[in-house]
């Protein structure tokens, strides 16, 4: 089994920092693919940002020139770094990685998500 935990989710003014982290453990043989998104109340779920396996980054538009993606292969770790934050990033944020549990057989995880509000 693998479990995704995350950590580093808070209260923050408008225009502050955060950095999120999120830890994958269990039966891993390697992860492709690590990804967040966000869900605010009453909306869907939006990809904030994904990693490849090979360190290639994109991200949604609304968070471009503001956020970072990044990851640690041998911590089994993604972190996304929020800067220049606004009260319309506020929404839990989970993360999600595609996680190969054998050389062929892989399964997409999410963590439990962490709440980040800001304030005006």
């Known amino acids: 089994q693998v479990q995704l935990v995350e950590s580093g989710g808070g209260l923050v003014q408008a225009g502050g920092s955060l950095r999120l982290s999120c830890a994958a453990s269990?039966?891993?043989?390697?992860?492709?693919?690590m990804g967040w998104y966000r869900q605010a109340p009453g909306k869907q779920r939006d990809m904030v940002a994904a990693?490849?396996?090979?360190?290639?980054?994109n991200y949604a538009d609304s968070v471009k020139g503001r956020f970072t993606i990044s990851r640690d292969n041998a911590k089994n770790t993604v972190y996304l770094q929020m800067n220049s934050l606004k009260p319309e990033d506020t929404a839990s944020y989970y993360c999600?990685?595609?996680?190969?549990?054998?050389?062929?057989?892989?399964?997409?995880?999410w963590g439990q998500g962490t709440q980040v509000t800001v304030s005006s």
């Open positions: 999600t990685m595609k996680v190969y549990t054998g050389y062929y057989y892989s399964n997409d995880y």
């Open positions: 269990g039966s891993i043989f390697r992860i492709d693919a």
């Open positions: 990693i490849t396996s090979g360190g290639s980054a």
